[in-house]
């Protein structure tokens, strides 16, 4: 083993969970890790106990490669591992460790993110970063203060970052009805991903009430509890905006 292999898998990192099969994060099967800790405060976040910087468990990037080789044989040409959240960007020197070791062997690398933040660091992780799942949230700068606690122009500057760099995106919107899924809605994120060259997928995704659960055990109040869940009807009339 080189020096700078130990020096990647002593890297640590808080993971808040690990899952083995994981079959929406991506393309193929994959192995999904999802960090713990998260600055921002979506009011349509469906895992609120990955918030905290201080839950979850230290792990090495080294622990987490050798759990995930055991699984390598699923991952078949396509598959690999997904890093998730919380927000990865914020330990984004554990997920740059993590993706070099994959790298290391040929396994893809997948990383699910807000894009709410561009520093030296995450240059470096997207060193070694196959692919992009870009959670865009809202249309409008508005929406993007008052429910997702960040400004717009973050993940958009990660957007163009990303298509200057050559790294592929895939699109993700959860779909929020009377939030995010006006005509207006709608037309203003297709405008804001059109022409984009990186741009491989959009993914429109159901909200769904399944975690009200977990926001009564925090005891936090779940800001979209009255808001029904999404139909495949309303999913199937927003694609149509999306329409290249
Ligand atoms: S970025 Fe993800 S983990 Fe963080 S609050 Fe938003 S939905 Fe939740």
């Not at 469906?46 to 759990?67: C, I, L, M, R, Y």
Request: proline content about 3%; glycine content about 8%; some cysteine.
């Amino acid at each position: 083993m080189s020096v700078s292999d130990v020096t990647l898998r002593s890297e640590l990192g808080r993971i808040a969970s690990l899952q083995s099969f994981g079959t929406v994060d991506g393309p193929g099967i994959r192995y999904v890790v999802f960090m713990q800790g998260c600055p921002l405060r979506c009011a349509c976040c469906h895992n609120p106990e990955t918030w905290s910087f201080d839950g979850g468990e230290e792990k090495t990037a080294g622990e987490v490669f050798d759990t995930l080789l055991r699984y390598r044989s699923y991952f078949g040409r396509e598959g690999g591992v997904t890093v998730s959240g919380g927000e990865p960007l914020m330990q984004a020197a554990f997920v740059r460790a993590l993706f070099a070791l994959c790298r290391d062997e040929g396994i893809h690398t997948c990383l699910d993110t807000s894009g709410c933040s561009l520093n030296a660091q995450i240059e470096e992780l997207l060193d070694v970063t196959d692919l992009v799942l870009l959670d865009l949230k809202y249309a409008s700068e508005a929406q993007y203060q008052r429910y997702v606690g960040c400004a717009l122009s973050a993940p958009l500057a990660f957007l163009d970052r990303l298509e200057a760099r050559g790294i592929p995106a895939w699109i993700r919107q959860v779909l929020i009805r009377g939030k995010n899924d006006s005509e207006q809605d709608l037309k203003q994120s297709a405008q804001l991903l059109d022409g984009r060259s990186n741009i491989q997928r959009i993914e429109l995704l159901p909200f769904r009430r399944l975690c009200l659960e977990k926001y009564k055990n925090l005891g936090i109040d779940f800001p979209f509890a009255e808001i029904d869940d999404t139909t495949e009807e309303e999913i199937a009339r927003a694609y149509t905006f999306f329409e290249r």
